[in-house]
């Protein structure tokens, strides 16, 4: 991919948003091997910073407690070894997949000459919001290159 994200957390939304659909136009032309390859990056990277990843959540247990987080919120932040392998263990079966983007679902005869297809497509931009589940950031993404769209 060519598109470039910029991380300034200060750009305004509508520059990020322009900027992750573009990224989007051209992870939707990425082919089904192209999208489970770095799938599978994004799988081997979590695994070689695991330990980063384990004293990263523990700075934040520690802020959560420190700031009377709830405990429901406190357990779903809690990211040990084995939350982390089965997050990361399902990141590489989105790549075991079958690929949606162009996908036929349905194929019917209407009438003469008029047919009506159903093909999977990505939805462009996808605006997601969750708190204190640290693993879903990994199974958006890996789902959302699975099927093309790009994710504010």
């Known amino acids: 991919m060519t598109a470039q994200l910029t991380t300034n957390a200060t750009l305004p939304l509508t520059a ?16 089904s091997t192209a999208k489970n390859d770095i799938i599978e990056c994004i799988a081997q990277s979590l695994t070689a910073a695991a330990d980063a990843i384990a ?3 523990q ?5 959560a407690r420190r700031d009377n987080l709830a405990k429901p919120l ?9 939350k982390l392998n089965a997050a990361i263990q399902g990141i590489r079966s989105v790549a075991t997949l079958p690929d ?6 349905l194929h ?3 009438d003469s000459g008029l047919i009506l297809k159903r093909i ?18 990994m199974q958006i993404s890996a789902l959302a290159i699975k099927s093309g769209n790009g994710v504010i």
Do not use: H, W
């Open 16 to 31: 990020i948003a322009q900027q992750t659909q573009q990224a989007a136009r051209e992870l939707a032309q990425l082919s």
């Open 55 to 57: 004293l990263a959540n």
């Open 74 to 82: 406190y357990g779903r932040l809690k990211l040990d070894p084995t």
């Open 120 to 137: 999977g497509v990505p939805l462009g931009v996808l605006g997601i919001i969750f708190e204190s589940r640290p693993d879903a950031v």
């Open 59 to 63: 700075q934040d247990l520690d802020a």
């Open 100 to 105: 949606p983007t162009g996908e036929i679902t």
């Open 108 to 110: 019917r005869q209407l």
